[in-house]
């Protein structure tokens, strides 16, 4: 298949000056030129290699390798370009290790944006969502993301969306999707439910306009709480690998479960069926007075304080006495809790009397009570009424959503039999695709239904959809199992290929996403159908890419860079062309309101592909913010072309060579230069290696391909002419290279591989595949002799850095390290008489190494507890640093 931009790059290529289109042509070009890099990029749009994961093959390792999908708004931006660039460089690099790779896309298809423009244009969101989603995945192969595009789904196609509401019924089955009564935003004229985004900021309707009204409705719930306990000690995972701050931001959304919530049912007939309740000790509903709501509680339909509720009263199912229900703001409510369940206290009992409450009828059922706590919570699980541990602040999942454009709730309601699940044999239950912009409660053909349980006809769907965060909780593993009809996903792929190896994403989805996913998986894994009950391996969270934005300073007014005059680019200095008026320079996310956004394809348009995913991982680490800046480009532009004119002279001088005639220079320099190379391209090699595999420092990857470009194109005419290290060095840089420039890796390595005069043309070892291309080749890896660095700490701080050949440094083991630290000399004296407490060993392969030993502190002497400023403490570590012993070993 043809990649859908080509026809368009003919077009605006057309008229411009001609360039290379044959091999032997471009070898001749040795400036790299935009027009040359499109051309390779045709010529190498379907030649990259398979990406497909194939899940017979058993004897490669696996990488799941998962960018969070995008939800399909019809154009990339630079966002979704750059966590592609870093997973498409990171699936390729393992690809190029041996792995079997899954590296799949699909679509987060439902929500309200799609409902919105459906409305607006008067087309069904099918076809509105379908459309964006052709569009977006062109442009995503312009790019060259090497997606397994087999596993493409959507999750608004009934083929995914039977899954979820299978999903759905599996957890209304175990007790976990339950309906109670919730505070919703009514609009009165539409008579439907809006969600909080389409209320307005005058708290009118997007829609009709009308004033929205809060309204309770019965809403349906995922008991998430169920899971907290374990979800929350699931963080101390030592198999979680960089997931840093987000383990915070996970902790204190779930916070400490220190406590346990009850749902505590009301006497007689109301709206709100119960209350919940939270207590750190189980007993207190033991010795229970009464129950406390907030002034804001829906039970206070008055809206009065300081008051007891009359003829309302709470059913204590461990004492079987009826609880008064008191408002007041007097009590202190737990974090997070408009309850508040008062036990047998002065204080309290105060409290009752002085808002009226007459406490004289309260008695011996408590004293004849002798449940204990785990009896408690044991009868709270039986009647699934709570008795899990759990903060006080966290919330099961409110998964209602009253739009048309989600996956239908599975349940039919039934005047006898209640809440009826769907028949798995009838799912999915597929929207309706004839009506545009109906709400499904004002479906009244859709509504309607038979009883699967007794067959009485007037019953009635379910007519809330759910949440998109539903849609997302589980897609990763519908990855696993695309096209399976039988089953959600097969449970020996999951065992074989879960948890995710590296997942990429925004920081924005690090709580709510990824809190969501993560109970799914715990939920599953205690089905027995995952290995483990943590989905994601690692982490990579990448920052945003942010774009100068011009404001006007006095109205606030956003203004576009050709508006704008910089008057002062260090300080931040600019005014408004048309006024004058002092405009404020920031860096911004890109969006179209602030008028700074980027269209990726105008970049790739005018620089190629290559470049542009070049761009977006040099100079900042993936994990933080980048500022589009033209002023960046010139780096990268130059280092792609220093490799091309690198190739060319290569080529150059090979052809020069009679090889009757011509030998190797058998001089001292000539030998010192090939070994230079040696030593660069090991030392790289390492380097990169690192900030590929472990530190997924890709920006710092590119410095040090760029060091060994350096190094390569330092060396004489001879060594180019006739160098074996030269070729190897080559070799690997344009190895290294292609999981984040492809096509012109893939390029420069035709180049390479077709050079006439090759000295490693009879190399017999296998080390390179000359016949084939970049992407047949073996990662470069370290020759035996390299020596790699051990570095030695103590209490934290480097010391010592041990030089080992790499044959052996591979093969060491944490006592071995240690044993060979404590025979050097200088380091027994840097430790002298201090006892050593513990160690820590950590060992890259093929890169470098860590151990650090933790002694007692030294005793200061003559009684002296002064402790050294910040500038001693600097001065003394910089010292250090600079005295750093090198033993080669």
Known sequence: MRFPHISCLGRWLKGQRQFCSTVRELTTCRELTAEMKHEMEQKWHNKLGDYRFDPVEANKPKRYVLAMFPYPSGNLHMGHVRVYTISDAMARFYRL?????????????????????????????????????????????????SFDWEREFATCQPEYYRWTQQLFLMLFSDGLAYQREALVNWDPVDETVLADEQVDDNGCSWRSGAKVEKKVLRQWFIRTTAFAKPLLEGLNDPGLEDWKDIIKLQRHWIGECEGYAFELPLDGNHKVKTVSVWTRDPEELKKSLFVAVHPDNLLNSFKRNEYVLENVTIKNPFTKEALPVLVTEQVPYPEGCDTYLAV??????????????????????????????????????SKGIGGHPVSSKLRDWLISRQRFWGTPIPIIHCPSCGPVPVPEQDLPIRLPTDSVGVPLAQNVQWLSVACPSCQRTDCRRESDTMDTFVDSSWYFLRFIDTHNKRVMFDRALAHRLMPVDLYVGGKEHAVLHLYYARFVAHYLHSKGLLPSPEPFKRLLVQGMVMGRSYRVGSSGKYIPAAEVEVVDEKHNQAIERATGEPVTMLWEKMSKSKLNGVDPLDVLREHGCDTLRLILLADVAPTSHRNWSEATFPGILNWQNRLWMTLHDFRELRG??????????????????????????????????FNYRHSHQLSVGISKMQGLTNAIRRVPPDVVM???????????????????????????????ATAPNRAAREDTSGELRWDGTVFDQRWPEIDDEFPLDLTFKINGAECCILKIPAKRFNQLTHQQSLDLALR??????????????????????????????????AVLEDGDDTQPSKKEKKDKRAKKKKSLQVLHL
Request: aromatic content about 8%; hydrophobic content about 40%; some cysteine.
């Open 97 to 145: 290790n041996g792995a079997n790779v899954l590296h799949p896309m699909g679509w987060d298809a439902f929500g309200l944006p799609a409902e919105n423009a459906a409305i607006q244009r008067r087309i069904p969101a099918d076809t509105w969502t379908h459309r964006n989603i052709a569009e977006m995945r062109k442009q995503l192969e312009m790019l060259a993301f």
């Open 344 to 381: 047998d206290s002065e204080q309290n009992r105060t409290l009752a009397s002085r808002t009226g409450l007459n406490l004289a009828f309260e008695t011996t059922s408590k004293e004849e009570s002798n449940a204990s706590a785990k009896d408690i919570l044991e009868q709270a699980l």
């Open 656 to 689: 020069k060579i009679d090889p009757a005639t011509t030998k190797p220079p058998a001089t001292e320099a000539f030998t010192d230069h090939e070994h230079k190379l040696w030593d660069a391209r090991n030392y790289f090699t390492a380097g990169v290696t």
């Open 722 to 752: 006739f160098g074996r290290q030269y070729e190897r060095a080559l070799a690997a840089q344009i190895i290294m290279l292609a999981p984040m420039a492809p096509h012109f890796a893939a390029e420069l390595w035709e180049q390479l």
């Open 824 to 857: 050097q000399e200088p380091i027994v004296k840097l430790i002298g008489k201090r006892p050593l407490r513990t160690s820590d060993f950590v060992l890259y392969p093929s890169c470098e190494a860590i151990l650090n030993v933790e002694l007692d502190r």
